[in-house]
Every structure is written in C-alpha cells, then in structure tokens.
C-alpha cells in the first residue's frame, strides 16, 4: 500500500537532548512537508522540500533542522534550540507543480519533553 | 499571501443535527480550497476539496461544501450528523498561480458530536 510512515508514534525526550523524527513515503511525491501542531493554532509549517537536496524554511523553523538525500525520506530533528518542543509533528507529501496541491499526510508523532 | 479563518473553535451539535463549519479566506489571487478531517492522534485525511467548476463539492461521507467566491467563504455542512464524525476540521487553501505546493491552513474547528 502506498502512503507515508512516521515513527515512532511516541517520542519522549530529555530536555538539552537533540531527537530526530522519521518520515519516510513510498508515494514517488517530490515534495515533502514538516509541520507542528499545538492545541488551537492549527498548522504551522516548519520545513518543506521540493527536489532531493532542497529544502526551504517554513514559518517556525528555529530550532529545527532537516535533510532530504533521498526522494523517500525527510527526517526533521528538533534540536536542543528549540525552547518548547513538546507537540505533535506531521509529515505530508504532494506532487511537486501538481496543479491541485493535494497534501497526504502521515499519521504523526507526539513528542513530549520531560 | 493567503490567510485562512476559521470562524468557530468549537461546535457541538446533537447526533442527527445538522451543522456548518464556517472557514473564509483571504488571497489577492485565485486558490484551490481544500477541507481536511483529523481524528484524535491520527494524521489528517482530504475531506473534498474545491478545484473549478461546480461552486458544490460533497465528500463520500454525506458532508458537502460551497465555494462563495464573492464572500471568499468555503463553509462546510452537513445534514444530519453521526457520533463518528468528532474530530477536528481544518480548512486550507493553495494559490493556483506561483504555485509552491504549499498549503495554508486554518486554526481547526473541534466538532463534537454528543448522543
């Protein structure tokens, strides 16, 4: 079945440690997305790539860093930078120049500080 | 740039009801409007979306929404509601030109659906 995988779903973290969340998808999409969700702020987009080797900061990226080798993987760690990490992450992918924009999202990780 | 608002936080309504989940917008260009579910600790599913045509859009699941371009809303309605369809609402529009893939969303609305 094609779609994306987000491990692992819980994710408990010392404070002062760095920790890296996984996103990988078998959906052969160019573009790839890392957002942060808090309680009544919606979505806010942290970082996205559209080509391997690529990527672009979102609206709250300090504190967090990506890589992208491959077409099928996006890692996102989130850094010791990040004053208040505790949130529940989303990775989604879509068609790079889709005309339509279509986001598939993978079903999250909740990461908590301790 | 686009900005999206969702009007409500939270709705509740008793099965059976009916109900609106009202969503504007804000964009000095044409967009496609898109409205996504999330069910507690799960990512988000594409609801239906609003690409041309019909101004009328309906998912699988009985929900149905309109584009009123002159209102710039994209309001979410269904006739009568089950238990199953607590969750939260989000609301995302994408520009259709200078088009970087990007979504922008709304805050959520939680739809609570009580017996």
């Known amino acids: 079945d094609g779609g994306i995988t987000q491990s692992p779903k819980y994710l408990f973290r010392k404070e002062g440690q760095n920790v890296t969340l996984s996103c990988e998808q078998n959906l052969n999409h160019d573009a790839m997305y890392w957002y942060r969700q808090d309680p009544g702020q919606g979505l806010r987009l942290i970082y996205y790539?559209?080509?391997?080797?690529?990527?672009q900061k979102g609206d709250i990226a300090e504190g967090y860093s990506v890589s992208r080798e491959k077409k099928e993987s996006f890692p996102l760690t989130v850094t010791s930078a990040q004053k208040n990490p505790t949130a529940f992450y989303l990775c989604?992918?879509?068609?790079?120049?889709?005309?339509?924009?279509?986001?598939?999202f993978g079903p999250g990780t909740r990461l908590t500080v301790l | 740039a686009q900005s999206v608002t969702q009007l409500d936080s939270q709705v509740p309504v008793f099965e059976e009801a009916p109900v609106e989940l009202r969503c504007n917008y804000s964009?000095?260009?044409?967009?496609?409007l898109f409205w996504y579910v999330q069910y507690p600790n799960q990512g988000l599913q594409l609801l239906l979306k609003?690409?041309?045509?019909?101004?009328l859009v309906e998912s699988i699941n009985g929900f149905e929404a309109e584009f009123n371009k002159s209102q710039t809303s994209f309001h979410l309605r269904k006739p009568s509601v089950h238990i199953s369809d607590t969750a939260e609402y989000f609301c995302?529009?994408?520009?259709?030109?200078?088009?970087?893939?990007?979504?922008?969303f709304g805050q959520g609305t939680t739809l609570q659906v009580k017996p």
């Open positions: 989604a992918s879509n068609l790079a120049g889709g005309p339509y924009n279509e986001q598939f």
């Open positions: 995302a529009v994408s520009p259709r030109s200078g088009n970087t893939g990007k979504l922008i």
């Open positions: 964009s000095s260009v044409s967009v496609y």
């Open positions: 609003y690409l041309s045509g019909s101004t």
């Open positions: 790539s559209q080509i391997v080797n690529d990527f």
